[in-house]
């Protein structure tokens, strides 16, 4: 399984765009790169998947360089609410193994 | 996405008994997974749990301490056997839809004492 590396704690302020690397030099060919964000007292949220190049949704952005040994999950403008732990994993989930990463914990301020 | 359901949120526990933890989804779901979280940690997966077949183990983890049942698409239950101090923890359980999506229950917190 590949092993992601991710900063332990990132600080922003509220409307600031915030970018948070994995670096994942390990990954397979079929592995994808999936985040997901957890706030205390809940399991955690799918946020974005990808395999390579960028994908975007209505919460974030998740930009693969080619050779796909990192990641960068983008939140535009973020909030208070955007204060939580965002994990980066990846992995084959289908075959039944998603290992998670220690997270990034990231703390919006006023 | 599905929602998943479980019970209970939480319980406190005398050491040397055992919890079952159910987790419940509103759709059908071929691979189901649960998962171990300590405080301030991150999350360890205990097994995957596939309808009609034995659960499987991650290393660390063995059937005689966490036995899984899954006696459906929509249903598993983890049971926290022969409890310790060490086993407290908050225990997820989570469902695959689509290949590689997973999608959470909210956890039980369970404390031994």
């Known amino acids: 399984l590949a092993k992601t590396t991710q900063p332990i704690s990132m600080d922003s302020y509220e409307g600031q765009e915030v970018n948070i690397t994995c670096s994942h030099n390990n990954i397979a060919t079929n592995d994808y790169i999936t985040w997901y964000q957890q706030f205390p007292s809940q399991g955690p949220r799918f946020i974005i998947q990808?395999?390579?190049t960028k994908v975007t949704n209505e919460v974030a952005s998740l930009f693969i360089p080619a050779d796909r040994k990192s990641s960068t999950l983008s939140l535009p403008r973020v909030s208070l609410s955007d204060t939580a732990v965002y994990y980066c994993?990846?992995?084959?989930?289908?075959?039944?193994?998603?290992?998670f990463g220690d997270g990034t914990t990231l703390t919006v301020k006023p | 996405s599905a929602v998943i359901s479980q019970k209970p949120s939480r319980d406190i526990c005398q050491r040397g008994t055992s919890l079952t933890i159910q987790c419940q989804v509103d759709s059908q779901v071929t691979m189901m997974f649960w998962y171990r979280q300590q405080p301030g940690q991150s999350l360890t997966l205990i097994a995957t749990?596939?309808?009609?077949?034995?659960?499987?183990?991650e290393s660390g983890f063995v059937i005689d301490k966490f036995p899984i049942s899954r006696p459906n698409l929509t249903f598993s239950t983890l049971t926290v056997s022969n409890m310790s101090p060490e086993d407290s923890s908050i225990y997820l359980c989570s469902v695959l839809q689509g290949p590689y999506e997973q999608y959470f229950g909210p956890g039980t917190r369970l404390t031994v004492t």
């Open positions: 749990a596939n309808q009609g077949s034995e659960a499987t183990y």
């Open positions: 994993l990846v992995g084959y989930t289908n075959a039944g193994k998603s290992t």
């Open positions: 990808g395999y390579k």
